[in-house]
């Protein structure tokens, strides 16, 4: 959709989407979240093999240039697979500080894109960038590969699922999978999607109306809320001017397209969890809901709301807390 198209859908949502809509269109922009994760995202059954070793490498700090930081460093499932909230930028090898907030990895299968500006087209080709990342871990595969290669029990796990071993692409394959069982379904709304309609108190599901009514759904939809789309952060006003200080990280798409269009373009994040992995946006700037929600509003619809709609609206936003394993999670 043009920039142009988005924004008088955006101004245009609200009575659109207020006036009673036929029968017919009745569907829900939102989906509830599978609650099979044992299979991949093609429904072919996940080798639990390959997800117990890439638990295993996810974990496992030899990934790192000086033996510190794994891949749960950053996203520590105590911390709701994110960075810890009073981490706006992640840490990697040395202290070294990074650009952009880390998302979480729950739900990140349902993505059509990794990363912020989208530059991974999937979790296997996503890997390779925190590994190699000066800034994040900080090696390369050689190094990896001469490490895990002295370890004789990792190396017969290895071979029991690769006949070629430990090499990039497997390290590669195992996390992929491991992080496809890294998904937390049946949060309330999910249930009420699927027709519990005691799930949601009368509060929260008049917040889901407004989100809908004032066109929050027209970015962040389908089955993760958000992460099927790219869109610009500031459409209606500009986010960079009024915030400073502007970073290369700020470019967005256009640092992988370097077409002048995707200059401050997004994936637009998945909403799911997002009340329990504060802070927020990709520069980390927003540390509560709140502020995040005003920031939607005066960027993203170029509007205002009155405090007991956006109060309205964060009450929806708690109803997309999942679980995994079967527990809730929590702040
Ligand atoms: C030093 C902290 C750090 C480490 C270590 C790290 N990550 Fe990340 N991760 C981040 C940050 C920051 C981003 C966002 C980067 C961006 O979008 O440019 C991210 C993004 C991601 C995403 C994309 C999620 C999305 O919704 O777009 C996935 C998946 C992911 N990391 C998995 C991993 C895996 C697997 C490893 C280990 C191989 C790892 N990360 C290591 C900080 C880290
Ligand atoms: C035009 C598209 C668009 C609209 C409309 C929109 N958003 Fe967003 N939203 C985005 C983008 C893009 C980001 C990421 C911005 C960034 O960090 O670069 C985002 C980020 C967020 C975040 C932070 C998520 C995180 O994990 O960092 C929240 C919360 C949010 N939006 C809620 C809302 C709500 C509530 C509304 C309606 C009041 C709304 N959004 C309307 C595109 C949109």
Not at 89 to 100: C, D, E, H, Q, R
Not at 102 to 111: D, K, L
Not at 236 to 252: I, P, V
Request: aromatic share 8%.
């Amino acid at each position: 959709m043009s920039r142009a198209a988005l924004k008088g859908m955006l101004m245009g949502s609200v009575l659109m989407l207020t006036a009673p809509l036929p029968v017919a269109a009745q569907q829900e922009p939102l989906s509830p979240l599978p609650l099979d994760n044992s299979v991949d995202n093609q429904g072919k059954k996940l080798d639990p093999r390959k997800v117990a070793l890439g638990d295993k490498l996810f974990h496992d700090p030899r990934l790192s240039k000086d033996n510190t930081i794994s891949c749960a460093s950053c996203h520590n499932l105590a911390t709701n697979g994110a960075d810890a909230s009073d981490r706006p930028l992640s840490f990697g090898v040395g202290g070294a500080k990074g650009v952009v907030n880390s998302p979480t990895v729950f739900n990140s299968r349902y993505n059509f894109r990794q990363f912020w500006d989208g530059r991974a087209a999937n979790l296997v080709e996503q890997v390779v960038g925190p590994i190699h990342n000066p800034i994040e871990m900080a090696t390369n595969w050689p190094e990896v590969i001469a490490k895990l290669n002295k370890d004789s029990a990792l190396v017969a796990q290895f071979q029991a699922i690769y006949p070629d071993g430990v090499q990039g692409k497997n390290i590669q394959d195992a996390i992929a999978a491991y992080e496809m069982t890294l998904t937390t379904p049946n949060a309330r709304i999910d249930k009420w999607l699927r027709g519990d309609k005691g799930a949601l108190s009368a509060d929260e599901l008049k917040g889901y109306q407004l989100f809908k009514s004032y066109g929050c759904i027209a970015c962040h939809q389908g089955a993760n809320v958000g992460g099927n789309m790219y869109q610009i952060f500031g459409v209606m006003n500009g986010y960079f001017a009024a915030r400073g200080n502007l970073t290369e990280a700020d470019n967005g798409r256009f640092n992988v397209t370097k077409n002048p269009a995707d200059k401050h373009m997004f994936k637009v994040p998945s909403l799911r969890n997002a009340a329990v992995t504060p802070p927020y946006f990709h520069d980390g700037t927003a540390q509560t809901l709140e502020q995040a929600v005003d920031v939607m509003f005066r960027f993203q619809l170029g509007r205002t709301a009155p405090p007991e709609e956006k109060a309205l609206i964060i009450k929806f936003l708690h109803t997309l807390t999942g679980e995994y394993k079967g527990k809730p999670l929590e702040n």
